[in-house]
């Protein structure tokens, strides 16, 4: 993929490294090329333990037809995510792989990556020398003694785009809603969206989509580094047949990705799938689609990496249809039991939306944002009825429940306009077996914690975070999801 270099980065340490030319260039066909690159690395965002960052590279050489990076680290840092590549990683020594899309450069042509690595809090210099092709990057143009095999390709960490993306311009001014998270040291830990990117860097796999007509699936991108779904990709593929969404890619870097509910201890599975086509949108005029759950259906991961577990503190939010519910049990995003059975009170922390009433409710009618504990969906410290819990249905709602030592709240707003409310802050819940919390550490989507599939709704987006997001971190994540145009 060719793209422009993304504006406005949180830059940390920005470095274009120019360094001496000479060696072997892999090129097809060329028998005495002229070889040449100047490489671009910036760090888009930085948090505790983590951080994001964007390579792009020129090719200044005669035309290649793929091409593989290296460079060394000094400060101990490590990649735990790529796309629009694939990587390998010996201790300080990185080289990363062309994908099948952007391999071929023509003179003169760039091809941009992103990553998610790790750091020691300490120091995280950028490198200084890079080489393409066993070629060092100075700017300058040299001559290489003949052709050679490129290098195998190491395996992909996750799963190349299915379409090479445009260059068309993204959704935001610089950071997504983890890139706030992070900034403000509540790091996400699970990311999903079947609409667009959640970190300003992230350029990789959102979803993937199953057709029926040959059950062949295809995973469905971004259409630059930050932007917005590639549905296009998606009518392509499903134009004459039927689709359902398969998997849901965590964009965190942790690998949380969701799939087809198993089996629990409230209903059979595997899990009804959604269909991809069910809830169509648009963000600023762009076209998407949403996860459209209808009873029977469902996600989950129970084998999950950096969710909040025990007593640890926590931040989720979604972006919902806020006339699509029922009052079945239950429609949740969030934190769930990793055996997918009721194992007690306090053993989840999941954002409900519905108006069911068995075992809590707020005003009016519904629906309600509430969290779901297990054994309980609270609207505020009590069991059952809570005055302050109101009736929330936005064509486009936010919802975030956050949860730590003794401590949550409801928070919920429109996700086309306006700030955001505080339904709820205070205390756990006056009922036996919530404070301290016991939570698992799964993660669901639109079924309860034992796999209870009787309800119904619409995700767009939605993530977990380490950490109790401050009241300033949260209201600007909202802002941030105003501009990101639902329904416009």
């Known amino acids: 993929m060719l793209t422009q270099r993304r504006r406005g980065l949180v830059a940390a340490a920005v470095v274009t490294a120019l360094a001496g030319a000479g060696g072997t260039v892999v090129a097809v066909g060329a028998q005495a090329a002229t070889a040449g690159c100047t490489v671009s690395y910036a760090i888009s965002s930085q948090w505790p333990g983590g951080f994001g960052a964007n390579v792009e590279v020129t090719n200044l050489g005669a035309a290649v037809s793929s091409w593989t990076l290296t460079w060394s680290f000094t400060a101990g840092q490590t990649v735990t995510q790529l796309w629009n590549g ?9 080289t990363v792989t062309s994908a099948s899309y952007n391999g071929s450069l023509a003179t003169g042509a760039d091809a941009t990556f992103g990553f998610n690595g790790a750091w020691n809090n300490s120091s995280n210099p950028a490198p200084t020398a890079f080489s393409m092709n066993g070629v060092a990057c100075t700017g300058t143009v040299g001559t290489s003694t003949g052709s050679t095999s490129p290098s195998p390709s190491p395996s992909p960490t996750s799963a190349s785009p299915s379409a090479s993306p445009s260059s068309s311009p993204t959704q935001g001014a610089g950071q997504g809603p983890c890139d706030i998270y992070a900034s403000g040291g509540t790091p996400c ?22 057709r029926s007509s040959d059950n062949s699936t295809l995973n469905i991108g971004v259409t630059s580094a930050g932007g917005y779904a590639n549905a296009a990709a998606q009518d392509s593929f499903c134009s004459g047949t039927t689709c359902v969404i398969t998997e849901i890619y965590d964009q965190s870097g942790h690998g949380n ?11 059979g599975g595997p899990d009804g799938l959604a269909n991809a086509t069910a809830a169509p949108t648009t963000l600023n005029g762009h076209k998407a689609y949403g996860v459209y759950i209808a009873a029977g259906d469902g996600y989950r991961d129970d084998s999950t990496s950096g969710i909040a577990t025990g007593d640890n503190a926590e931040s989720e939010y979604a972006v919902l249809d806020g ?31 519905g ?27 009590n069991a059952g009825y809570n005055a302050n819990d109101p009736t929330t249905s936005y064509r486009y709602t936010t919802a975030m429940i956050e949860g730590g030592a003794n401590k949550w709240a409801i928070l919920g707003g429109n996700a086309q306009s306006g700030g955001l ?37 619409t995700f767009y987006e939605g993530v977990m975070t380490s950490g109790y997001a401050s009241a300033s971190t949260e209201a600007a994540v909202q802002a941030e999801i105003v501009t990101a145009g639902y329904g416009n």
């Open 86 to 94: 694939s990587y390998t990683q010996s201790g300080s020594a990185v």
């Open 189 to 210: 830990v699970a990311a999903h969206s079947t609409t667009r990117a959640l970190y300003a860097a992230y350029n990789g796999n959102l979803y993937q989509v199953r």
């Open 257 to 267: 990705n969701l799939t087809d509910a198993p089996a629990g201890g409230a209903a």
């Open 323 to 353: 006339t699509h519910y029922n009052g079945g049990c239950c429609f949740d995003y969030g934190n769930a039991e990793t055996d997918a059975h009721d194992d007690g009170n306090g053993t989840m922390e999941a954002i409900y939306f």
């Open 355 to 381: 108006n069911i009433k068995v075992w809590g409710y707020g005003t009016g009618n519904g629906p309600w944002i509430m969290a779901d504990m297990e054994n309980g969906l609270y609207s505020g410290v």
């Open 421 to 457: 409310a505080t339904d709820y802050s205070g205390t756990r819940p006056n009922v036996s077996g919530y404070n301290p919390m016991h939570k698992q550490g799964a993660i669901i989507l639109g079924i309860g914690g034992d796999n209870s599939k009787s309800s119904a709704g």
